[in-house]
Structures are given as structure tokens and as C-alpha cells.
């Protein structure tokens, strides 16, 4: 999915960055934001709030598929209790935070959706609200999938044109983060045994790429894709089909 960021004050961008991805609000810039917003006429401070709402809250890709209520509650308060030290007030943030607790006393979802921006593109992965779900932990989004990502990103020289087996998927991130990080294995091959993490990774892999070919080969970018069931503990290298035998093994401990 790509962003359509308007030519926007830096500030109201890396809002919208930081917000996809749920970073800690600690890490926002209010400071910064804040004071810009007190520089500016009350027409132009309503506009700018506007847009950081459409880059925030109100993103079309972020109501689709969304991320979950206790953060975007947070946000909005953290961001109304900041603009009211400056005596700024701003109706539509108000009912949407409104809007955001009443979706929090209804929604029975036990799902949401986590983003990941590379340049100018949205890697958003469905997981579980729960970090064991269904006897599995591999319904959720953990840390040592960011830091594979990263570190295949950092040493793409090791993985550029080769083909590459992910061990323990789980939810896709660190195999759709290297493909659309223009890593460029020749082939890439994900892996679980859950069955309810192998539906999981299918949809994840067709939500970041609506025209592939089938359900269990496909194409992005550049790089051949291929979903397996796949118990690493039983699994012999002599089984694979030549086709897609690996020369890089990946996994995140």
C-alpha cells in the first residue's frame, strides 16, 4: 500500500509514520509539534490538526485495517492533553476519541493489524490481540522478527539473489520487510507448522500483495514466494524440492 502524504510540515509526516508503526508515545516529538502548532493563525492550526488526523486516525489504510483501540485511545488523549496546555481546542478530535472509547466497550474482534513502513510503503500484518492464541505464539508480531528484518536488511549482500527459507514465520514480517526492502532474494520461502499460523502468514502475504498468482506460490517484486508446512525439528534438507532448496536459512530465536 503506498502513502499518499500531502506536502506537509515534516512534523505532521513522521507523525503518521511513527503512529502506523504504534510506536511508544514517548518517542513522538510533541514538543516539537506542539510549538509549531502554537506559531500558526487559528485557521491554519485547525487545518494542520486536520491533517495530522488524516494522517493518524483518520488514514484510510488505518481505518481498514486497523490498529488496536488502546492505542489510538492513548494517542488521542496524550495529543488533546498536549494542545490544551496551549489553549487549543479542536472539536473533531474530540468525537474522535469518542469514537475510539465507544469502539472499545463494543468490539468483541480478538484481532488487529500492526504497520511497518519502509520508504514509502505499508507492510501491515493481521495478528492476534492475544501473545498466545489458540496454543501458539506465533499469531503475534515479536521483536526478534524486527531485529531479523533488520539485520537482513543491514547484510542484504548475503541474501540478494539467493534463495532463502524462513524457519517460524510466524506473522511474515521479517520475509515482507526484506522483499519490500529491495533485499531481492531470488526466491523466498516461508515457513510454520501451526495451522492457524500458516492461514494467518496466507493472509498477511495476500493483504501486502492483492495480485498474486495462487495460494501457495507467488510473486513480489522481484522474488519468487512460496508458503510451506514446515516442522523444522523433523524436517530433512535431502526432502526439498530441488526447485526450491535453500542456500540461506533464517530464523529468529
Known amino acids: 500500500m503506498s502513502i499518499s502524504c500531502e506536502q506537509l510540515c515534516p512534523f505532521l509526516a513522521e507523525f503518521g509514520r511513527r503512529y502506523a508503526c504504534a510506536l511508544q508515545l514517548k518517542y513522538f ?3 516539537a509539534l506542539i510549538s509549531h502548532l502554537c506559531q500558526l493563525p487559528f485557521d491554519s492550526c ?12 483518520d488514514h484510510p ?23 490544551e ?14 469514537e475510539v472509547l465507544a469502539s472499545e466497550i463494543c468490539t468483541e474482534d480478538n484481532y488487529h493489524f500492526k504497520h511497518f513502513v519502509i520508504g514509502d510503503h505499508y507492510i501491515s500484518l493481521k495478528e ?3 501473545a498466545i492464541s489458540q496454543g501458539t505464539t506465533g499469531l503475534c508480531t515479536w521483536q526478534a522478527g524486527v531485529a531479523l528484518a533488520n539485520w537482513g536488511i543491514r547484510h542484504k549482500e548475503f541474501l540478494c539473489n539467493r534463495k532463502v527459507l524462513e524457519l517460524g514465520s510466524g506473522s511474515g514480517l ?7 526492502s529491495d533485499v531481492t532474494p531470488s526466491s523466498y ?35 519468487n514466494v512460496r508458503i510451506l508446512s514446515l ?17 540461506v536459512i533464517l530464523a529468529a530465536g
Open 29 to 31: 516529538d510533541w514538543q
Open 46 to 57: 485547525e487545518s494542520h490538526i486536520d491533517s495530522l488526523l488524516n494522517l493518524t486516525v
Open 61 to 83: 489504510h488505518l481505518i481498514k485495517y486497523p490498529i488496536k483501540p488502546s492505542y489510538r485511545r492513548a494517542f488521542l488523549k496524550q495529543f488533546i492533553n498536549k494542545i
Open 85 to 98: 496546555e496551549c489553549d487549543i481546542s479542536h472539536e473533531r478530535t474530540y468525537e474522535k476519541l469518542i
Open 128 to 130: 492476534s490481540v492475544s
Open 174 to 180: 521479517t520475509g515482507l520487510a526484506l522483499i519490500y
Open 189 to 223: 520461502i516461508f515457513s510454520d507448522c501451526h495451522p492457524a499460523v500458516l492461514k494467518q502468514l496466507q493472509y498477511n502475504i495476500n493483504l501486502n500483495n492483492p495480485e498474486s498468482r495462487t495460494d501457495s506460490l507467488k510473486t513480489l517484486l522481484e522474488t
Open 231 to 247: 516442522n523444522w525439528e523433523d524436517v530433512e534438507y535431502t526432502n526439498f524440492d530441488p526447485q526450491f532448496k535453500p542456500e
